[in-house]
T-cell receptor, first 112, second 114 residues
């Protein structure tokens, strides 16, 4: 089966611009998660979708971040406007029935 | 609240030597525990998981971990390091509830010397 796909793999944007990250989960996986690792820090939970609904968005840092999951399939994470501290690696993961996640390769975001 | 502490941001071993990566957790409820590995330019890959069955858990690539409740530890070991084991390793804890959210340690980078 195809894994979790994220794109772009890298993105470099200027402060104040908008960036949209996309995640395609494994087909049939109802659970989709976003995590982020800021340079040198822990990987931290951002939010959790069950199908198209947000189950838990307690990790979203502020209202510059907007996550959507259209029709319970792919998900996007938009950062608008981007700030320097948003730089890091954004991971997406999916699972079915709360079995261990399958992670994507991540999107490395650099805000300059 | 749950938390994970990984001792040592970098661990260096010689090829063929024992690998020991330390992880201690804090959890008010019985935890689920995981080790993930990230190879360069790749995503996170599950090495092994503890879900309240056997306390000694065997994973992929010859790794294993032992859950010790009295020590709140879940250290990762491999008897003989291989050059291909060089990567960053993450310990994580989760509650088995509706979220199944993972809380990660800060990671340990394993260096394997020839």
């Amino acid at each position: 089966e195809a894994g979790v796909t994220q794109f772009p793999s890298h993105s470099v944007i200027e402060k104040g611009q908008t960036v949209t990250l996309r995640c395609d989960p494994i087909s049939g996986h109802d659970n989709l998660y976003w995590y982020r690792r800021v340079m040198g820090k822990e990987i931290k939970f951002l939010l959790h979708f069950v199908k198209e609904s947000k189950q838990d968005e307690s990790g979203m840092p502020n209202n510059r971040f907007l996550a959507e999951r259209t029709g319970g399939t792919y998900s996007t994470l938009k950062v608008q406007p981007a700030e320097l501290e948003d730089s890091g690696v954004y991971f997406c993961a999916s699972s079915q029935n709360y079995s261990p996640y399958t992670f994507g390769s991540g999107t490395r975001l650099t805000v300059v | 609240a749950q938390s994970v502490t990984q001792l040592g941001s970098h661990v260096s071993v010689s090829e063929g030597a024992l690998v020991l990566l330390r992880c201690n957790y804090s959890s008010s409820v019985p935890p689920y525990l995981f080790w993930y590995v990230q190879y360069p330019n790749q995503g996170l890959q599950l090495l092994l998981k503890y879900t309240s069955a056997a306390t000694l858990v065997k994973g992929i690539n010859g790794f294993e971990a032992e859950f010790k409740k009295s020590e709140t530890s879940f250290h990762l070991t491999k008897p003989s390091a291989h050059m291909s084991d060089a990567a960053e390793y993450f310990c994580a804890v989760s509650r088995m509830d509706s979220s199944y959210k993972l809380i990660f340690g800060s990671g340990t980078r394993l260096l394997v010397r020839p």
